[in-house]
């Protein structure tokens, strides 16, 4: 990064600092505990939506991911952790990633693509090959 950008990345800070503040502050009111956390997931939908992201949801299906290093014992109801992810596709996409499997369709992501899995990374994934 250069100079001029890290200026215009501090000048777009600044200036959207009492918006971020704002969002923030709007978001933390919703409950967010284990199981209760789908209305607070649902603003960050609409958020992702509205800055033109495309939306991933996806409900955690514990049969997908007992199997996965770290896992812990789940004791509480899981029907209302819906997972949000807001992706930005490329139209022209270049390079490589560093963060996806050689089959994303093995580390959980079952309920996606691959190029979806590919798109938002996977757990316990490793170096592009």
């Known amino acids: 990064m250069n100079d001029k950008q ?3 990345i ?3 800070v600044d200036q959207n600092f009492e918006a971020q503040v704002a969002f923030t502050a709007a978001l933390v009111r919703f409950a967010s505990l284990r199981g ?3 209305t607070a997931q649902d603003f960050m939908a609409k958020a992702f939506a509205e800055r033109q992201l495309g939306v991933d949801r996806w409900r955690i299906d514990i049969d997908d991911i007992k199997h996965l290093r770290g896992f812990s014992p789940v004791t509480i109801s899981y029907d209302n ?3 949000v992810v807001g992706v930005h596709r490329s139209d022209a996409p270049t390079g490589r990633t560093t963060w996806y ?8 992501a079952r309920h996606r ?10 757990m316990g994934a ?3 090959t």
């Open 10 to 12: 501090r000048e777009a």
């Open 101 to 108: 499997p050689k089959d994303p369709m093995k580390c959980g």
């Open 81 to 83: 952790a819906i997972n």
């Open 113 to 122: 693509t691959k190029r979806d899995a590919k798109a938002i990374g996977c």
């Open 6 to 8: 890290a200026a215009a």
């Open 126 to 128: 490793g170096p592009a």
């Open 36 to 38: 209760q956390e789908h």
